[in-house]
């Protein structure tokens, strides 16, 4: 079973220097229908102005992931890293017992669009920590869990399928778990569903993910746990 979650139907939050999309409840954005899928809580479509971003402010237990669609964020936090994270690259900040930090955009005349991600770790009270890291070049790249470019404290499989046109992938999903599917850049048709940029997509009992493309598209695959109800 595979649910959309269309785009126009996602909370916005909007000021002088930050155009925010929540795909699930976030903020002064509550939506009891969309408070997050599985251990997957929080998908931030960020649009950010030059020389502008998030000072410095503080989070716990949580897994949090910062995927660059354009220009750049720079990050400092509180274990002393400071870097900065562009297109092609991957950042995962562990909150675990409590972090701090803060994200500009460098530039002075171009905006910063971004996907932050937030997912529940497997256990409260980790080590804090912090990972950046290269993402290859590739249809589709594991960014995330067993065998992907950096770790996750969480049983969360992280794909990016990055499709040219006409190009195809798939991601097989093992028995009783969920997926998850966030449409970055372009369009995409997923067992047959078609979505649209900013779409989200539940998946359900299925086995296998095929997608497919007609003019490109940029996405994240998230393979998760199985819901308890």
């Not at 220097?17 to 899928?37: A, I, K, V």
């Not at 950042?91 to 971004?114: C, K, V, W, Y």
């Not at 049983?155 to 997926?179: F, M, N, P, Q, S």
Request: aromatic share 6%.
């Amino acid at each position: 079973m595979i649910t959309v979650r269309p785009a126009a139907q996602r909370g916005q939050f909007k000021t002088d220097w930050l155009d925010s999309r929540h795909t699930f409840s976030f903020g002064e954005y509550y939506d009891p229908q969309n408070l997050g899928f599985s251990v997957l809580k929080v998908i931030n479509d960020d649009l950010i102005a030059p020389g502008a971003g998030f000072p410095m402010h503080g989070h716990r237990d949580m897994e949090i992931i910062t995927y660059v669609l354009d220009g750049a964020i720079t990050h400092q936090d509180s274990l002393g890293n400071g870097s900065t994270i562009r297109p092609g690259e991957i950042q995962r900040m562990t909150a675990g017992t409590g972090i701090r930090h803060s994200e500009f955009n460098p530039a002075t005349d171009a905006p910063t669009r971004l996907l932050q991600i937030w997912l529940l770790p497997a256990r409260r009270g980790l080590e804090p920590g912090y990972q950046q890291s290269s993402i290859p070049d590739g249809a589709l790249v594991k960014l995330a869990g067993e065998g992907g470019v950096m770790a996750i404290n969480q049983d969360a499989h992280v794909y990016a399928a990055r499709l040219a046109e006409g190009e195809g992938a798939a991601v097989a999903i093992a028995d009783k778990r969920t997926a998850w599917i966030q449409v970055a850049r372009g369009s995409l048709v997923v067992n047959g569903v078609a979505l649209a940029e900013g779409d989200g997509s539940a998946i359900r009992r299925k086995s296998m993910l095929e997608l497919s493309t007609f003019k490109g598209a940029e996405a994240l695959i998230f393979d998760l746990p199985p819901i308890v109800s």
